[in-house]
């Protein structure tokens, strides 16, 4: 593998993984309250909502939707 293959892999993987010290491990009805509170931030305004949209893959920037099935 080159150099700048291997780099390539080591940018994604690192952009992927969460940041330390970041991540929360929830449970039961703390899992659900933020979850709860997420749903609301997301929700807030259409344009969180396209954000949030566009981030999941579902909408492309211009606001159009992807063809996710292909066939």
């Given at each position: 593998?080159?150099?700048?293959?291997?780099?390539?892999?080591?940018?994604?993987?690192?952009?992927?993984?969460?940041?330390?010290?970041?991540?929360?491990?929830?449970?039961?009805e703390a899992l659900l309250k933020d979850m709860r509170a997420y749903r609301k931030k997301v929700a807030a305004s259409p344009e969180?909502?396209?954000?949030?949209?566009?981030?999941?893959?579902?909408?492309?920037?211009?606001?159009?939707?992807?063809?996710?099935?292909?066939?």
């Amino acid at each position: 593998m080159s150099n700048t293959t291997s780099s390539t892999i080591n940018r994604i993987r690192r952009r992927s993984e969460p940041a330390v010290g970041h991540t929360k491990i929830l449970e039961g009805e703390a899992l659900l309250k933020d979850m709860r509170a997420y749903r609301k931030k997301v929700a807030a305004s259409p344009e969180a909502a396209r954000k949030f949209l566009v981030e999941l893959g579902v909408l492309t920037p211009e606001g159009k939707r992807k063809n996710l099935i292909r066939g």
